[in-house]
């Protein structure tokens, strides 16, 4: 089992930066990758960006590519999404997730653990 705990959430203005952080616990000797999702008011839940295990890889959906920037500490087990000129439409629940899977299927395989979610908000 890994347990995941979101934080760094909040209300920005639109053009503020953020930095969302995912810290992982449990089964961390164990190699997964990790992402991150989203889910806005009304509309279903997407892919943002996945990291692996190493770090090395990264692989972020077409729409997110050039303002997000996802990384990792493994010696903290942690995982950040660096949010750049956000915008009113990134204002969603932003959630972590693992799994023993590629980066690039992550959003297709449908993660196996998840965290609680952290709310952005971003006003105009």
């Known amino acids: 089992q890994v347990q995941l705990v979101e934080s760094g959430g909040g209300l920005v203005q639109a053009g503020d930066s953020l930095r969302l952080t995912c810290a992982a616990s449990?089964?961390?000797?164990?190699?997964?990758?990790m992402g991150w999702f989203r889910q806005a008011p009304g509309k279903e839940r997407e892919f943002v960006a996945a990291?692996?295990?190493?770090?090395?890889?990264?692989y972020y959906a077409d729409s997110m590519k050039g303002r997000f920037t996802i990384s990792k500490d493994n010696a903290k087990n942690t995982m950040y999404l660096q949010m750049n000129s956000l915008k009113p439409e990134d204002t969603a629940v932003y959630y972590c997730?693992?799994?023993?899977?590629?980066?690039?299927?992550?959003?297709?395989?449908?993660?196996?653990?998840w965290g609680q979610g952290t709310q952005v908000t971003v006003s105009s």
């Open positions: 997730a693992a799994d023993h899977t590629a980066p690039q299927r992550m959003g297709v395989v449908g993660p196996a653990y």
């Open positions: 449990g089964r961390t000797f164990s190699p997964y990758a």
């Open positions: 990291i692996s295990w190493t770090g090395i890889i990264t």
